[in-house]
């Protein structure tokens, strides 16, 4: 699927895991535009993160369906995800740059060249725009791991994060 190449995050993880300091579980958190309007301009949909762990991103998918239920195989999307007043994009990016391409062939999600750290108890923001006078259900996941704390250890202690 992918080669092994740990960012960061994934590293101290795996460490901190290997030492009994946290237990990791793979995890993803999505959420759906039921149904994103034509023209729509800045929709937006939460997703929370339940407060026992934090989540770390490593990577993004979406799919997109005609009300006709059709997978639209280049949906003509732009996007941005945030975590209160932190964006993941500097600006709105087109789904293609950041969720993976050629959906209708079997493609895999976006990789994300820098694993991000969603705090527990923290509410992500996906904002969708969209491009076409068609609408659409759309779906958007981000895939990667759940942490846990084991007993005195925090989120500092591992990652050096607040």
């Known amino acids: 699927m992918f080669a092994l190449a740990l960012t ?4 101290f993880a795996m460490d901190a895991q290997s030492l ?3 237990w990791t579980d ?12 034509a023209s729509a301009v800045n929709a937006s949909q939460p997703i929370n993160i339940d407060g026992d762990s934090d989540f770390i991103c490593q990577m993004i998918n979406l799919t997109s369906y005609t009300a006709a239920g059709t997978i639209l195989a280049n949906p003509d999307y732009l996007i941005q995800i945030s975590d209160g007043n932190r964006t993941l994009f500097d600006t709105t990016q087109h ?4 969720t993976g391409q050629n959906r209708n062939s079997g493609a895999m999600p976006f990789k994300l060249p820098m694993s991000k750290l969603f705090r527990g108890g923290a509410a992500i923001s996906v904002t969708l725009t969209n491009n076409t006078a068609t609408a659409a259900v759309v779906d958007v996941s981000l895939i990667g791991f759940k942490v846990y704390y084991n007993d ?9 994060i607040a």
């Open 26 to 37: 793979e995890f993803s958190l999505s959420t759906r535009f039921n149904t994103l309007a």
């Open 20 to 22: 009994g300091k946290v």
């Open 8 to 11: 960061p995050l994934e590293l």
């Open 152 to 160: 005195q250890w925090t989120r500092r202690q591992i990652f050096g």
């Open 95 to 98: 789904v293609m740059n950041v």
